[in-house]
């Protein structure tokens, strides 16, 4: 698998031109709006990908030793910022930031169970702030297993993996401990909505 880590962290973002599914709309304001229409007692806002290859793997990747969480696995996101349009906004500017990757459509909300409103909640790293996070399946200008571009201050490696593979922790060998069990849950949920629509 080539790894494609990028030295220029800070690369021209495309413009975003996505679409996003008609139930997301709520999504599609800026974070202190959402927080305000619905009451929620957060200081900030978080998002996650969840983003499929065309053999229907997600994209995972791995944190820096450096930093909180060292060498566990997630999916690409983080805050949502004050100067993002939207809470989707914020969602496509963190994937182009982490993985390289141009939002094309969002899909669906993905949650740890099937409740749509089950969403997640954390203490930053001080503790001191309260962040609601949404995580989002993701279509993208390129998702065949390639074309990813890491930021080396962020993570520092990537791979695609099945859903047995996230059950397992583990891709061809090689051990991919996943930052929280609330975070695996998130990504099997994500598999299961996957096919879900696919049926449908």
Same mark, same amino acid.
């Given at each position: 698998?080539? %790894?494609?880590? #990028?030295? &220029?962290?800070?690369?021209?973002?495309?413009?975003?031109?996505? %679409?996003?599914?008609?139930?997301?709309?709520?999504? %599609? *304001?800026?974070?202190? %709006? !959402?927080?305000?229409?619905?009451?929620?007692?957060? &200081?900030?806002?978080?998002?996650?990908?969840? *983003?499929?290859?065309? $053999?229907?793997?997600?994209?995972? *990747?791995?944190?820096? #030793?450096?930093? #909180?969480?060292?060498?566990? !696995?997630?999916?690409?996101?983080?805050?949502?910022?004050?100067?993002?349009? #939207?809470?989707?906004?914020?969602?496509?500017?963190?994937? !182009?930031?982490?993985?390289?990757?141009?939002?094309?459509? *969002?899909?669906?909300?993905?949650?740890?169970?099937?409740?749509?409103?089950?969403?997640?909640?954390?203490?930053?790293?001080?503790?001191?702030?309260?962040?609601?996070?949404?995580?989002?399946?993701?279509?993208?200008?390129?998702?065949?297993?390639?074309?990813?571009?890491?930021?080396?201050?962020?993570?520092? &490696?990537?791979?695609?993996?099945?859903?047995?593979?996230?059950? $397992?922790?583990?891709?061809?060998?090689?051990?991919?401990?996943?930052?929280?069990?609330?975070?695996?849950?998130?990504?099997?949920?994500?598999?299961?909505?996957?096919?879900?629509?696919?049926?449908?």
């Amino acid at each position: 698998m080539e %790894s494609t880590r #990028s030295n &220029d962290t800070k690369a021209k973002a495309p413009p975003f031109h996505f %679409s996003h599914d008609a139930s997301l709309a709520q999504f %599609s *304001v800026p974070f202190k %709006s !959402w927080i305000q229409t619905n009451g929620k007692p957060w &200081d900030g806002v978080a998002t996650g990908a969840l *983003v499929f290859d065309a $053999r229907g793997r997600v994209l995972l *990747v791995q944190r820096t #030793s450096h930093d #909180s969480m060292p060498d566990l !696995w997630e999916v690409p996101g983080g805050a949502v910022d004050a100067d993002d349009a #939207s809470i989707l906004h914020g969602c496509a500017r963190e994937l !182009w930031e982490e993985a390289g990757l141009a939002a094309r459509r *969002v899909a669906r909300l993905v949650t740890e169970g099937q409740r749509a409103d089950a969403f997640q909640e954390f203490r930053n790293s001080t503790r001191s702030k309260l962040i609601g996070k949404f995580q989002f399946e993701v279509e993208v200008e390129v998702a065949d297993g390639q074309a990813v571009r890491l930021d080396p201050n962020e993570h520092q &490696d990537f791979v695609w993996a099945t859903e047995d593979e996230v059950e $397992r922790e583990e891709v061809g060998g090689k051990k991919i401990p996943i930052t929280k069990r609330s975070h695996k849950l998130v990504i099997l949920e994500g598999f299961r909505l996957r096919r879900g629509a696919q049926r449908g």
